[in-house]
């Protein structure tokens, strides 16, 4: 964990979900590209892609975060709605007709902190349930997926908003070069997010709670922080992916992107997050972010069962996660049973991990 | 029925190429008690499994009760009357003694239907056979650790189990457990059953075997009657080197300076110990000794700030010291080797590096990230400094030895430069060569000036290690004895007499006895 990093080829090696994501990753995009190189394979298309992966994959990073600590988070996309609903408002409100400039500047700088600051306090409000009250992270963040995705309502009375500044929907819709903003942002973001997870001492510490929360708190951890600073964090990402949804739709409604959730539980798994806590890398879920994206492009390219596309999207999705579990359960079982074959104290572990692995299983 | 039960021969077994058994022979006739001793990692294990017919072995053969196997299939052995109490016991928390004894009677008959009345009726008769009392519709989720195991020992009796192998059976047990623990297996052997009896505990083992096995590295290397051995040479035998276990007898040095190091005055935690005072100096190893419950546990955890005391004071070095959480006990300098190093102690899946650092993760940063040169040395340093036994520190935790991973546990305390090391059973599960060597590490710690409080069971631990041992019963200090002149045989006399011994032969399981966890 803590040496240089390592050259792609033994990192990939290392890592074999990462190596086998990759994998896949390239045989979609292979097996589409064959199949209907006129659509797929296309400028058009790709763009399309980088447009709607970035809201996405902010909110895969906000729920694996709380995935890492052994939590969840389903207020997530509750949590960007109410964001991206207030930062509307606070645009349309304040701008007035024929603003100078540097007034719309201003106005959508302080929606979008306003944005942030939402996500950051809902998120806090979750960390507080999970680790002050002591309520288990799945059903406080539906309570208060309910509770936040309520609010949203209440304030929009269920209609979108619409009608952003064009300067703010440059954020969703812009391009930089060829590349889409909303993609920059993301790696950015992305990269920064790997930077806390993997060089920070509230990264580490995390993984450390979600791997063991007793000996966390018995080497002097103050797991109700790093709980509360988790869900924070998670929140913060929340909102920047609600802000970048309005950006690109130029709407914000209260019932956006529900089905998010549970793909973005999806994606993390694929990519290698361990729903029990203590493991998981940002380019793991990526990764199977990437391949699920292929998957779903292609698949309404390709126009699969014709009108019934959108359902067999679902299937697919479902199938390549159930496969890609499987092989991970059986490849760790396998792993379990032969010990590790490196070191002296091979020897001397032999009788502990079968032991180990009887009772874990309990 | 023929005389002998288990006959093992020539059994190899090997792992990943790693040979864990190599040509190893056992006899087992009825009625028999023998001991199984050997390091960790000397293939007892293995070779528990392949008689219970979880492990298949890759040479040799098992003949049971005259038939022999190639391949034993678990319920081979479970029809032959083998049956293994693990350490964890295999217990049903949820469910009734009753039903965890007469379960898998149940279950081997194939019944469908539950029959509640045949359940406490072969419940009753297994408790009946080894003489003991309890409680047949309590659930064993609130038994004591020493209870579970008498359940576990019903449930082997009431498949008519012919040899019942025990790993570790003493590990959670206190002293006056572990006698009744010894009593119910006399009579087992008096009803035939043999007991293959493995164990750590070299007293324990002298005192309740008639013949002794002892592995070392997947091999037997000695086979005889206990009368031919003593501790001395059973150590030789099982470590393949001399260890002096006593030349650890250093005079302990008192501390010194006028200000004590800690000092707790009346200490108390509601319903969990009251009136504790003690003083600990600088440089000095005191000893705290108790039964389960006794509240040593957790005065510990109240010292750590776990669970704060509610009363009374302490002071480090003299200035008035409040502990109201684990961060003010690591600010002040405490750090505590927990009891239970598996769930307490060790975050297992991740790296040996990761482990060390744990605790001191904050200290090591540059500009708000982690100063990786800084968290190299620091692993490099007590990697070293322990000589923790590894090919990489960035193997998981989980694939050491006992031994080196409470060595990992006392380097993340010992990264946090502490003033006070408490250590809750330091050798719990370590083998013997190892257990030397912590001891060693202990005494060294306090020489630099550390002071040590370490709370054990083993006797000649404290013994050998400490200068002062408080005796704790129901949450109260009752003696406070200089061990300069203590022998073991006193010390385990000071124990029992603060203990009135109950109905002779049957174990106490009165509510004060239930250990309290930390929530």
């Known amino acids: ?362 | 029925m023929p005389d002998q039960i288990l006959n093992v021969d020539n059994l190899s077994k090997s792992f990943a190429g790693v040979r864990a058994l190599q040509g190893v022979n056992l006899t087992m006739e009825r009625g028999e008690i023998r001991c199984l001793v050997g390091e960790n990692g000397c293939g007892k294990s293995t070779l528990i499994k392949v008689i219970a017919g979880v492990v298949q072995p890759d040479e040799g053969t098992v003949t049971l009760n005259g038939r022999q196997y190639r391949q034993i299939r678990p319920i081979d052995a479970i029809r032959e009357g083998i049956q293994v109490i693990y350490q964890d016991f295999s217990l049903f928390p949820n469910l009734t003694v009753a039903e965890n004894i007469a379960f898998n009677y149940n279950l081997a008959r194939k019944k469908q239907l539950v029959n509640w009345r045949d359940i406490n009726r072969i419940a009753r008769e297994a408790i009946a056979k080894i003489g003991v009392d309890l409680d047949l519709g309590a659930y064993v989720e609130d038994l004591p650790v020493a209870d579970k195991q008498i359940i576990a020992i019903c449930r082997a009796i009431s498949q008519s189990a012919r040899l019942v192998i025990m790993d570790e059976p003493t590990t959670a047990l206190t002293e006056k457990e572990v006698r009744a623990l010894f009593n119910i297996i006399k009579t087992l052997q008096r009803e035939g059953i043999a007991i293959l009896f493995v164990s750590h505990k070299l007293n324990e083992v002298l005192e309740i075997s008639e013949k002794i096995t002892i592995m070392r590295n997947g091999r037997n290397v000695t086979d005889g009657n206990t009368a031919g051995f003593d501790r001395a040479s059973l150590v030789k035998h099982m470590t393949g080197r001399e260890i002096n276990e006593t030349n650890a007898a250093i005079v302990p040095q008192a501390g010194n300076g006028s200000v004590p190091l800690l000092q707790a005055e009346n200490l108390s935690c509601r319903g969990r110990f009251a009136d504790v005072s003690f003083s600990l100096a600088a440089g000095e190893i005191i000893g705290i000794t108790g039964l389960l419950g006794s509240g040593r546990t957790e005065l510990a955890l109240s010292l750590f700030g776990i669970r704060p005391a509610d009363a009374g004071t302490i002071s480090i070095e003299g200035r008035p010291a409040e502990i109201r959480s684990v961060q003010d006990a690591v600010r002040h300098g405490i750090g505590y080797v927990p009891e239970d190093r598996l769930i307490e102690g060790l975050f297992l899946e991740r790296s040996i590096g990761s482990n060390i650092v744990a605790g001191t993760l904050r200290r090591l940063t540059r500009r708000g990230l982690i100063n990786r040169a800084a968290v190299g040395a620091q692993i490099r340093q007590w990697t070293e400094n322990l000589h923790i036994n590894t090919p990489s520190t960035e193997l998981p935790v989980k694939s050491l030895s006992g031994g080196n991973q409470q060595r990992v546990v006392l380097a993340k305390w010992l990264a946090i430069n502490p003033k006070i090391l408490i250590m809750n059973g330091p050798t719990v599960g370590v083998d013997v060569g190892s257990k030397a060597e912590i001891h060693q590490i202990i005494r060294d710690l306090a020489r630099q000036g550390i002071g040590v409080i370490i709370i054990s069971d083993d006797l000649p631990e404290l013994l050998q290690n400490c200068c002062r041992i408080l005796v704790m019963r129901k949450g109260r200090v009752l003696e406070e004895l200089p061990t300069e002149g203590l022998s073991e045989a006193d010390l385990t006399h000071r124990l029992s007499a603060t203990a009135p011994a109950p109905a002779s032969g049957t174990p106490a399981h009165s509510g004060q006895r239930k250990q309290v966890r930390p929530s």
Request: proline share 3%; with cysteine; net charge positive.
């Open chain 1, 1 to 362: 964990m803590f040496d240089k990093l390592p050259s792609i080829t033994s990192f990939i090696s290392r890592d074999r979900n990462i190596g086998r994501l990759l994998g896949v990753a390239l045989f979609i995009l292979i097996i589409l590209s064959i199949l209907n190189p006129g659509l797929f394979l296309t400028v058009s298309n790709f763009k399309s892609m980088a447009y709607q992966l970035p809201e996405f994959g902010l909110l895969a990073m906000a729920i694996m975060i709380a995935l890492l600590t052994g939590g969840i988070d389903l207020s997530a996309v509750g949590i960007a709605n109410l964001s991206g609903v207030l930062a509307a408002l606070t645009m349309i409100r304040f701008i007035p007709q024929g603003a100078a400039g540097w007034q719309i500047t201003l106005v959508i700088g302080a929606a979008v902190a306003l944005g942030l600051v939402i996500g950051a306090i809902c998120g806090a409000i979750n960390g507080f349930l999970i680790g002050r009250i002591g309520i288990p992270a799945i059903l406080a963040t539906l309570g208060t997926m309910q509770l936040f995705t309520g609010i949203s309502i209440i304030i929009t009375k269920g209609y979108a908003v619409l009608g952003l500044p064009d300067a703010f929907l440059y954020f969703g819709n812009g391009t930089i070069g060829i590349f889409p903003v909303p993609l920059l942002i993301f790696i950015v973001i992305a990269v920064l997010f790997a930077l806390l997870l993997n060089k920070t001492t509230l990264g580490q510490e995390l993984f450390l709670m979600g791997t063991n929360p007793t000996a966390a708190k018995f080497t002097g951890l103050d797991n109700f922080r790093l709980t509360l600073k988790t869900y924070m964090v998670s929140g913060l990402l929340s909102g920047l992916a609600g802000l970048m949804i309005i950006a690109r739709t130029n709407s914000a409604k209260a019932d956006y992107g529900a089905s998010y959730t549970l793909q973005a539980i999806v994606v993390a798994v694929m990519g290698g997050v361990d729903p029990a806590g203590g493991a998981g890398t940002v380019i793991g879920l990526v990764l199977a972010m990437i391949s699920l994206q292929f998957l779903s492009s292609g698949f309404n390219m390709l126009r699969v069962g014709g009108s019934f596309s959108n359902y067999f999207r679902e299937l697919v999705w479902g199938v390549v996660l159930i496969l890609v579990m499987v092989i991970n359960y059986l490849d760790a079982k396998k792993r379990a049973r032969t010990p590790q074959e490196s070191g002296t104290d091979a020897k001397a572990q032999m009788p502990d991990t079968a032991a180990g692995a009887g009772s874990a299983q309990k």
